[in-house]
């Protein structure tokens, strides 16, 4: 007898979401595919708050629905996920987060869409409940196939896709165990380096992504380090990828523009003197090894002071540079020539001796006032004659004192 195949398996990893996940469960029993055509796999990661007794009602409820696992808490959710990937059935798997919800339709379109279009990978639509940020842009529309350098999906690499389950077990894509915090962005950039198809779904609030009201679920014990190795992970990934130059660089300038700079800002000065030396040295490689001039050159001011700092060593400037924000905010722009600069303390200062380049923000505004009605040829014409005039008295100054002198 052949066994069922369900459409899609859903993969939670549970450590202590009580109460949060009884909201998660009640979307999945009530999910219009049917229970059918789908799986749960809750793998609980050692809970100690209830999460356990709640899977097991749930389970005892919906017989057949429900396959549960408990293990010793592993701390992080790597371990967990890969257990559940292991034992997911499905021709599909859509990994959940314990503290999330779906909508009611949410697995029956998110099938249906990605056996019509023969997706590889399928991205629906985000959003935050209790103030939880998603991901921007990359659910401005419904696309049937999206990349790297035509869409937002650099920033896009969290797990909370639908993911071919052929796909990820023929490329053994799994989550580092090592790691303690951001162990799906590389298997995610995995799986989207492999896909042959990905598309994103944003016609119907598919996954709800919840904002704990302690905040737990986004402040994590991880430290500066951990999400550096994290990043570390991603970015080698990416090195062993065939992934055409411009792509590639999406890819990196999400993480220089916005990840690595992040590890730079207040809380970093709340760090031991020898931890921000390491941090600062740590990144300083990382950018050397990884972050390109071209890329460098497309971020904005802020993030190339900090990683410019940081490849130099230079801590104390590094943090005047993060009190001097935590004061002031974002520094104005100040007009030099034909250019504006980002008028930060350190700007033309002449110990560090940083190149103009760092603070430029663009060109400068045309010219105002009277110029605008002044032809260009003519103000050009203008400044020839003023040179020659200051030429002509500095030469009959010189004249003047020769003949002094004798």
Not at 30 to 49: C, K, L, P
Not at 215 to 243: C, I, K, Q, Y
Not at 350 to 376: I, S
Request: include cysteine; proline fraction near 6%.
């Amino acid at each position: 007898m052949t066994e069922h195949v369900p459409d899609v398996s859903v993969v939670i990893a549970v450590h202590d979401t009580m109460p949060y996940l009884t909201a998660c469960l009640d979307s999945l029993v009530g999910q219009s595919i049917g229970h059918r055509r789908m799986e749960v796999v809750a793998v609980d990661d050692g809970s100690s708050d209830g999460s356990t007794e709640e899977l097991a009602r749930y389970a005892a409820a919906h017989p057949g629905l429900f396959r549960t696992l408990r293990q010793p808490a592993s701390g992080g959710p790597a371990k967990p996920t890969n257990r559940g990937t292991e034992l997911a059935r499905g021709r599909y798997l859509l990994y959940l987060g314990a503290d999330d919800w779906l909508g009611s339709e949410a697995l029956e379109r998110m099938v249906d869409a990605a056996d019509r279009w023969d997706s590889d990978v399928l991205i629906p639509k985000q959003v935050g409940e209790h103030g939880r940020i998603v991901p921007q842009g990359i659910f401005d529309r419904t696309a049937e196939r999206v990349g790297f350098t035509d869409s937002a999906l650099a920033w896009a690499l969290g797990d909370t896709k639908l993911f071919r389950r052929d796909l990820v077990t023929n490329h053994g894509l799994r989550r580092r165990e090592d790691l303690v915090i951001h162990s799906d962005q590389p298997f995610t950039l995995g799986a989207l380096l492999h896909a042959r198809k990905v598309s994103v779904l944003a016609d119907y609030d598919y996954y709800h992504l919840v904002l704990r009201r302690d905040r737990s679920n986004v402040t994590h014990r991880a430290g500066p380090m951990d999400r550096l190795r994290g990043f570390t992970a991603a970015h080698e990934v990416l090195d062993r990828s065939t992934l055409p130059g411009p792509a590639r660089d999406a890819v990196r300038a999400r993480y220089f523009s916005w990840d690595v700079p992040q590890l730079l800002q207040a809380p970093f000065l709340d760090e031991p003197p020898a931890m921000q030396r390491r941090i600062v040295q740590e990144i300083g490689r990382f950018t050397e090894r990884h972050c390109s001039p071209a890329v460098f050159r497309t971020l904005p001011v802020p993030a190339r002071l900090r990683l410019a700092l940081a490849r130099r060593g230079e801590l104390l400037a590094l943090c005047d540079l993060i009190a001097w924000e935590q004061d002031h905010g974002e520094a104005a722009p100040v007009r030099r020539g034909a250019k504006l600069y980002a008028a930060y303390p350190m700007f033309r200062d002449r110990r560090l001796g940083l190149p103009d380049a760092l603070f430029e923000t663009g060109r400068a505004p045309g010219p105002d006032g009277w110029r605008r009605l002044v032809p260009a040829p003519l103000r050009r014409a203008r400044w020839a004659v003023k040179r020659a005039l200051r030429r002509a008295r500095r030469h009959g100054l010189a004249a003047a004192l020769k003949g002094t002198a004798r």
